[in-house]
């Protein structure tokens, strides 16, 4: 799975291809025996107020260590898992997000990528002591019952665009100019934008991962004049009709549109001209200079004294 997170879609022989669309068949299978077990209720959920900040961070750390996309996906889940349905107090709720992405990592990242204890604790400005990031990890995977292997739409998203030979080909029709192999770069960038704010909207953390992937790819299209929407590889790679995607394509759209509105150019332009050596479906968000994520609003008050999780996950808010 990694793998297929970092290779390159237009580097991918037939051999490769056939592969990823074994893997999509695979995940497909997956997710409707799997569809269901957890619901986010972004209503009821004990760490909404805070949801927002904690995901932000979590991409921030990911996109800073080039983590693949996967990974970010993955230990958001985990964190909803936890935090929604488990009374933590606010002055620990960073440790909960810190472990489950050490977690997160360990599962999707190769051993050599597995930060170290050092690096842990410098992510959340040397806040933690080694002995309580150790017992929250702990706690956070008893809490968990072990079961890690949870599906994402990051983990769909790449075999799908490796089956669309990179999202758009010259069949396409575009609205400006002629359709060149550009498009597909372009396509690529801006698909990773466009699911970076799909991850914190919590409206779509309960969709079908694979349907919220389409119509990821969907509106990404749509946003550089890419015609058909849904072409019939999309179809086919994702096993929907343009219909059951539609209603998230708009949605997102409209998100992108309130995100980038006053941007006299968008994340997509951004991240390409810094980037643009860097060519895997990483989720990356611009690193802010002189950015301290312990001070963030929510966490204001935090002290390592406070965060000991002795008993970490059955304690009430801390006020």
């Known amino acids: 799975m990694v793998a297929l997170a970092r290779a390159r879609a237009d580097a991918i022989g037939p051999d490769g291809a056939d592969l990823c669309a074994d893997v999509a068949r695979e995940l497909l299978r997956r997710e409707r025996a799997d569809h269901g077990a957890f619901v986010l209720d972004g209503a009821t959920a004990h760490h909404a107020a805070y949801r927002a900040q904690l995901v932000e961070w979590i991409l921030d750390v990911c996109a800073g260590e080039r983590y693949g996309p996967t990974t970010a996906d993955v230990a958001i889940g985990y ?5 929604s349905k488990t009374v933590v107090p606010k002055t620990s709720l960073h ?23 050092a690096k842990l604790r410098a992510w959340t400005s040397n806040m933690y002591s080694p002995d309580i990031i150790q017992k929250m990890e702990l706690a956070v995977l008893i809490e968990l019952k072990w079961e890690l292997g949870i599906l994402t739409p990051a983990h769909f998203l790449e075999s799908f665009l490796t089956m669309m030979n990179g999202g758009t080909t010259s069949e396409d029709e575009v609205d ?17 934008q466009m699911y970076s704010l799909c991850v914190q909207d919590v409206s779509l953390a ?29 179809r086919v790679a994702a ?8 209603p998230l394509v708009t949605h997102m759209h409209r998100m992108w549109e309130e995100a980038y509105e006053d941007d006299e150019t968008t994340m997509m332009e951004a991240d390409v001209k ?41 304690m009430q808010w801390d006020e």
Not at 79 to 83: A, C, E, G, K, S
Request: aromatic share 6%; net charge negative.
């Open 79 to 83: 964190m909803d898992r936890v935090l």
């Open 95 to 117: 440790l909960v997000a810190l472990c489950c992405l050490q977690i997160a990592v360990k599962y999707e990242e190769i051993e050599e990528r597995v930060p170290t204890m």
């Open 176 to 192: 400006v100019g002629v359709w060149t192999p550009q498009y597909q770069e372009e396509l690529r960038h801006l698909v990773c």
């Open 206 to 234: 309960n969709e079908l991962p694979s349907r919220v992937a389409a119509a990821v790819i969907a509106a990404s299209r749509l946003n550089l004049g890419i015609k058909p929407l849904c072409p019939p590889t999309l």
């Open 239 to 246: 096993n929907v009709t343009p219909q059951q995607i539609y």
């Open 274 to 314: 810094a980037h643009a050596d860097f060519n895997s479906l990483a989720i990356a968000i611009p690193q802010q200079e002189g950015v301290v994520y312990a001070d963030k609003p929510g966490f204001e008050q935090r002290i390592t004294e406070n965060a000991s999780p002795t008993c970490p996950l059955d």
